[in-house]
């Protein structure tokens, strides 16, 4: 029963891609093949998802194309919102989906194999999230090349490939050789050892695939053919639902270590998957991937790395203190809390979209505002309180949701009445932490489209050590898995009213257009003027 439910959830929710996407194979292999054609006066055939391109062949043209392109950017209608949302929350959907189904098949071997699946996932989640960044930076890097050349946008391919290629083989000498260790360095009961580190060096040895996978899809929805992108990522989670059926329960009943494979398998298939697609559009990079990027050629990338990569490792932090604290309270603590998680990480997903809603289409409003154009600060303002009224809908929404899978759901993924008990112990505190995170995503989308980088470091610096201090007292206070969510909450709440002030004061993307459209036109730059 537990894993009809699991199952019935993913068929449920995935399909937000649409099946009809599922179509393996394009009708023309042309992309495939002749990636590089130095013919001239030959066009190309645009891929069928793709957006097509303007060619502009004279002064007139050109200005036409760069009016429309300008509409299109600044167009804050619901509808453009959700042509953008929907494709990209089928893709943020598919991995805490496979991870709640993981969850529900592991749990129904052994309470140990689901306390030990925690510290594993963990790992080799961190492994990955650790270099979250290059994916982030390649959409916007692709993005820019493709409105110049492709053989440009083919280049920063070529360097985000190399990247990820050598910072998963970086991620998988840490598991393999190192996963023990951390394990130790977590708290995690010794008797999980064994079946936790039989998931990290399964998981672990595909993570160089896995930045792969997440590289390659960011150069695809670079070039707005989310459908492509979301397609792969459904082929491959049928994949990983059928490899759970088959290496967890029948035939083969391996546990923890039938999950790990399925995942290992599906990752495999899915960094192919986007590799081909990223081909088809014409992007696969000229050079080979295993080349090692010179200091120039990665200088793009980097500029996004440094800030970025300190943001992604707040967060990691806080999730380790989460799950170090959970691991000393014992093994019935530490299997609820993982079923928490991975229900908490789903429904926040849902909200991730309107981050990147704010990613999206804030920056160039944030922009012309800044130089006192009068009408794209209303838009901005406009569209940014939009994305704040839809988070709190979303929030109440979700917050409901959270409550029942918490208090109805915990039989699909186990039967031990002491798991159960305490997810619905814990149960208040996680519903007001996801709808603390769900604001915090809608106003990170405008944080990171003003671009205040600096600032946003100092803010996650600051909240996360709230985190850890909250962590530290409520533990010590006896409040258990109730005082480690609540030290959540607390540095969602931080983070986003910290962010909310900032974002209206002076130096924050809406207070810098306030007072530019303030300004006296002398004060102005001289196009504004």
Not at 73 to 93: G, H, N, Q, W, Y
Request: proline share 5%; net charge positive.
């Amino acid at each position: 029963m537990r894993v009809l439910s699991a199952a019935l959830l993913f068929y449920a929710v995935v399909p937000a891609a649409g099946w009809s996407s599922l179509r393996l194979f394009p009708r023309s292999l042309r992309h495939r093949i002749a990636l590089v054609d130095h013919s001239p006066a030959r066009p190309e055939r645009a891929p069928r998802d793709a957006v097509p391109l303007r060619v502009a062949t004279s002064k007139g043209a050109a200005d036409d194309a760069e009016s429309v392109a300008d509409s299109d950017d600044e167009d804050t209608s619901v509808a453009r919102i959700l042509k953008f949302a929907i494709p990209a929350l089928a893709i943020f959907l598919a991995n805490p989906i496979m991870s709640f189904v993981d969850t529900a098949f592991v749990g129904s071997a052994s309470k140990a194999q689901l306390a030990s699946l925690n510290p594993a996932t963990l790992l080799t989640g961190t492994a990955i999230f650790l270099f979250s960044f290059l994916p982030r930076a390649t959409t916007g890097l692709v993005a820019r090349a493709l409105l110049n050349d492709k053989s440009q946008a083919r280049q920063e391919m070529r360097v985000a490939l190399s990247g990820a290629f050598y910072a998963g083989l970086l991620s998988t000498g840490v598991l393999v050789f190192g996963g023990q260790t951390l394990l130790g360095l977590m708290n995690v009961p010794r008797e999980l050892y064994v079946p936790a580190m039989t998931y990290v060096l399964t998981v672990g040895i595909v993570t160089p695939a896995a930045l792969l996978c997440g590289v390659a899809q960011s150069g695809i929805l670079a070039t707005q053919a989310s459908g492509a992108a979301a397609k792969s990522v459904v082929i491959a989670s049928i994949v990983n639902l059928l490899g759970d059926l088959a290496f967890c329960q029948w035939p083969l009943q391996k546990g923890i270590a039938g999950a790990a494979l399925a995942t290992a398998l599906s990752t495999l298939l899915a960094c192919f998957l986007q590799m081909r697609a990223l081909a088809a559009r014409n992007l696969w990079p000229e050079g080979s991937i295993f080349r090692i990027p010179s200091v120039k050629e990665a200088m793009p990338l980097l500029r996004f790395a440094g800030p970025l990569s300190i943001i992604v490792l707040t967060r990691i932090i806080g999730f380790v203190f989460m799950s170090a604290a959970a691991a000393k309270l014992g093994t019935t603590a530490l299997a609820a809390h993982q079923v928490l998680i991975s229900l908490f990480i789903l429904f926040a997903c849902f909200a991730e979209p309107l981050s990147q809603v704010g990613q999206t289409m804030l920056p160039k409003l944030f922009d012309k505002g800044a130089k006192g154009d009068v009408n794209a600060s209303k838009k901005a303002k406009a569209l940014f309180r939009t994305i704040l009224r839809v988070g709190a809908s979303f929030a109440g929404v979700l917050s409901i949701a959270t409550a029942a899978a918490v208090y109805f759901g915990g039989a699909i993924v186990t039967s031990d009445a002491g798991v159960i008990s305490a997810m619905r112990e814990a149960c208040p505190i996680v519903v007001a932490a996801l709808a603390g995170l769900v604001m915090a995503i809608s106003v990170d989308g405008a944080m990171i489209a003003s671009q205040d980088f600096a600032w946003i470091i100092r803010n996650n610096f600051a909240a996360c050590g709230v985190q850890i201090a909250a962590v530290i007292l409520t533990q010590q206070w006896g409040w258990g898995l109730f005082g480690i969510w609540t030290a959540m909450l607390s540095r969602f709440v931080l983070y986003t009213g910290w962010s909310l002030h900032r974002l209206w004061t002076p130096r924050g993307g809406l207070g810098k257009m306030s007072k530019a459209c303030k300004a006296p036109p002398s004060s102005l730059s001289p196009a504004v003027a």
